[in-house]
């Protein structure tokens, strides 16, 4: 069974995102590396995105439904990397920080959170630096996730567009 660019391309967009998910737990829970609130948009601009490859994958080409899922993937990739972007800045420029985040009380208060709190509770600190893997911070490294993000659905973008010609 010969598989499209198409859907090749989205499965990887997928397993990018569930690899990057996975490190990030796996780093919390073996490391006790506890995610800031920043962290968790991040986590969560995987997960859209992780969604929209799916439905990328899963859906045909020239589909409304595939636009759709393009839409929720970018929106994951676009999110992702400003916070991302943002969280390398915050790094580089700490600021002084005094009690709990408001945005972590927000995020923590979202009803799905007590549901996997592993994954979706934010209890660590935005300014807190671990040390690096392989010479990048965590931050940097979910960037380049989601640069490697952007490329793969651009690949994908391009494969729909030709896909189309074939018609």
């Avoid at 990887?12 to 780093?27: E, K, P, S």
């Avoid at 995987?46 to 439905?55: E, K, R, T, V």
């Avoid at 991302?84 to 995020?107: K, R």
């Avoid at 660590?124 to 931050?139: A, D, K, N």
Wanted: glycine share 12%; net charge positive.
């Amino acid at each position: 069974m010969r598989h499209s660019p198409y859907k090749a391309s989205a499965l990887f967009g997928l397993g990018v995102c569930v690899a990057a998910l996975g490190a990030a737990l796996y780093l919390q829970i073996t490391k006790g590396w506890f995610p800031c609130p920043l962290c968790i948009v991040q986590r969560y601009g995987y997960l859209l995105a992780g969604f929209g490859f799916l439905g990328l994958a899963w859906s045909a080409p020239r589909s409304v439904l595939s636009a759709l899922f393009g839409l929720f993937a970018l929106a994951g990739f676009a999110g992702g990397v400003a916070t991302a972007g943002y969280h390398v800045w915050v790094l580089a420029n700490p600021l002084q920080t005094c009690g709990v985040d408001p945005l972590q009380i927000q995020l923590n208060a979202l009803p799905w959170v007590s549901a996997w709190p592993d994954m979706f509770m934010a209890d660590g600190l935005c300014t807190e630096e671990y040390p690096p893997l392989f010479g990048l911070s965590i931050p940097m490294w979910s960037g380049v996730g989601f640069l490697v993000l952007g490329g793969v659905l651009l690949r994908v973008l391009r494969a729909k567009r030709l896909s189309r010609r074939s018609w």
